[in-house]
Nanobody, 128 residues
Framework: QVQLVESGGGLVQAGGSLSVSCAAS????????MAWFRQAPRKEREFVTA????????NYADSVKGRFTISRDNAKNTVYLQMNSLKPEDTAIYYC?????????????????????WGQGTQVTVSS
C-alpha cells in the first residue's frame, strides 16, 4: 500500500514557474513507476508525465514537453514536477499516481487506469 501526498501548488502568473512535489509512504517507493496527471474544470483527467522507478526514462505529454520536468529522489520517497513557462491552460488540479514496475514496466504509462495509487491533488492556477 502506498499513500501519496502532493504539495506545492498555488497561483502563478503566465510565464512563471512552479514546482509541485509528491511524497510517498512505504518502503517500496523505488519500485514504482510514478506519474503526474491533471484535471481542469469540466475536463477529463489527462496525462502530464511519467518516470521509471530508477529515473532513467521519462515520458511527457506534447502539451508540456520542453516546459515541464519530472524527477524523483528515491532516498526521500518523493517525485517532483518542475513547471516552467506556465500558461493559463495549465490551470488544473495536479495528481500524482503510482503503479508497480513489476506489473507494467513503463508500458502504457499515460493510461490512468493502470495506476493503483493516487494522491488527493494540488491546485495549480495560472493567471493571464
Amino acid at each position: 500500500q502506498v499513500q501519496l501526498v502532493e504539495s506545492g501548488g498555488g497561483l502563478v502568473q503566465a510565464g512563471g514557474s512552479l514546482s509541485v512535489s509528491c511524497a510517498a509512504s512505504g518502503r517500496t517507493f523505488s519500485t514504482y513507476t510514478m506519474a503526474w496527471f491533471r484535471q481542469a474544470p469540466r475536463k477529463e483527467r489527462e496525462f502530464v508525465t511519467a518516470i521509471t522507478w530508477s529515473g532513467d526514462n521519462t515520458n511527457y505529454a506534447d502539451s508540456v514537453k520542453g516546459r515541464f520536468t519530472i524527477s524523483r529522489d528515491n532516498a526521500k520517497n518523493t517525485v517532483y514536477l518542475q513547471m516552467n513557462s506556465l500558461k493559463p491552460e495549465d490551470t488544473a488540479i495536479y495528481y500524482c499516481a503510482a503503479r508497480s514496475r513489476f506489473t507494467y514496466g513503463f508500458y502504457d504509462n499515460p493510461n490512468p487506469t493502470t495506476y493503483a495509487y493516487w494522491g488527493q491533488g494540488t491546485q495549480v492556477t495560472v493567471s493571464s
